[in-house]
């Protein structure tokens, strides 16, 4: 085990291994190019380790240069990439060959494919020491693979989590088990947001509210806003399958999170059910349920309190806060039943000053594992 930063990271590929990968991928590009001289593009900062072993590896005439871009840090569905060192220059009528460390989502290979598309390359291919096939959402097919891992969060030989890690001669993987992820059980109004603020920071946790993200969606007009309005206007649930992809996505940003506060979500067994299955896909879980009890009269007073300073349309009508508790009722509480047969749900009293019960939400954090 290894400390990089805040995060505990265990062994995950040997030097052997990596080596072993970055041959087969030089003898395979070997085989196509052996008889011209191709140029390596090497992506960085994350590929000058593979390069120098692939260049190694490559017993054939060949030249060498880099691209860099940079991703910025905390990367959204905008997926804007910005090149901080471009294209080589000569490579008109030349074999280009891309080598990148690890290709996940594939934003970074959109821009790159877009950088070298508008060159008059002979031919262009991408090679890729590491591949995470599970995220990966790209058109462009990868030419060359070293190994296909799990969407785990790796560092060293070349890899970096937060700028350190990069000199490690092996990889490592996010030590997940000292992860603490939760889910605020409740009906709306029950307090879920406002602890989920204080227990982010206490914890150091990502705090994801799918409520809020819904609203930001709808706020900036997106297809996805467009599609939830309706329904959440009504104070229905919005559908299943628009949610936990959502959800996903939003633990997918975040890969270097210590843990998770999940608000509102799940709300339905199958949500329930998708999310222990997509945590336990990244060797993550659930570490517990904690549901914030109150009277529905309280809190339909509550919520009519807060959709005046909000604006929040569904908080302002009572028959749509009633709605909502009917949804709860009928589809959300039975979860409760879900998380006590794992032995991961816990209660609390939501009512009394909002330390009191932050307090009273500790208690059950700190007890755990
Ligand atoms: P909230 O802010 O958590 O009270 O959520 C507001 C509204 O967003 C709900 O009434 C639903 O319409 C929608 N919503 C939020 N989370 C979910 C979820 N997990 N499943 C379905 N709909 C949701």
Redesign the pocket.
């Known amino acids: 085990m290894i400390k990089l930063h805040d995060k505990v990271f265990k062994p995950y590929l040997g030097e052997d291994e990596i080596l072993g990968a970055v041959k087969k991928m030089a003898t395979e590009i070997a085989e196509d190019y052996k008889n011209e001289v191709p140029i390596f593009v090497g992506v960085l900062n994350g590929a000058f380790m593979f390069v120098s072993d692939f260049l190694k590896a490559y017993q054939h005439p060949c030249e060498v240069s880099f691209v860099r871009l940079s991703s910025y840090h905390g990367l959204t569905s905008t997926g804007i990439v910005e090149t901080l060192l471009d294209v080589p220059e000569n490579i008109e009528g030349r074999s280009v060959i891309i080598l990148e460390d690890v290709i996940d989502t594939g934003r970074t290979l959109k821009q790159l494919v877009h950088l070298f598309s508008q060159t008059n390359v002979k031919e262009f291919k991408v090679a890729s020491l590491f591949y995470k096939s599970e995220v990966y959402s790209g058109e462009y097919s990868i030419d060359y693979i070293g190994l296909e891992i799990p969407d785990n969060f790796i560092v060293g030989y070349g890899l970096d989590y937060n700028e350190l890690g990069r000199n490690l001669r092996e990889v490592y993987q996010l030590n997940q088990t000292d992860m603490i992820n939760l889910v605020l059980f409740g009906k709306?109004g029950a307090g879920?947001?406002t602890q989920a603020g204080f227990l982010k920071e206490k914890y150091n946790l990502k705090h994801i509210?799918?409520?809020?993200v819904?609203?930001y969606n709808i706020k900036n007009g997106t297809e996805l806003g467009l599609l939830?309005k309706s329904?959440?206007d009504r104070?229905?649930?919005?559908?299943?399958e628009v949610?936990i992809d959502m959800?996903k996505d939003e633990v997918e940003k975040n890969p270097e999170a210590a843990g998770f506060i999940f608000?509102?979500?799940?709300?339905?067994a199958a949500?329930a059910e998708a999310l222990d299955n997509f945590l336990q896909s990244k060797d993550m879980q659930v570490n517990a349920t904690i549901a914030l009890e109150a009277e529905d009269d309280i809190l339909v007073s509550r919520l009519l309190e807060r959709g005046k300073e909000s604006g929040r349309t569904?908080d302002q009508d009572e028959s749509k806060i009633r709605n909502?508790f009917d949804?709860y009722n009928q589809k959300t509480a039975p979860l409760k039943a879900y998380y006590e047969k794992q032995g991961k749900f816990h209660s609390v009293n939501g009512i009394g000053e909002i330390e009191e019960i932050t307090g009273r939400l500790s208690v059950v954090i700190d007890g755990l594992s």
């Open positions: 709306p879920k947001g509210s799918t409520g809020d819904f609203r939830a329904y959440m104070g229905d649930l919005v559908p299943d949610t959800l608000d509102g979500f799940p709300r339905t949500q569904d909502r949804e």
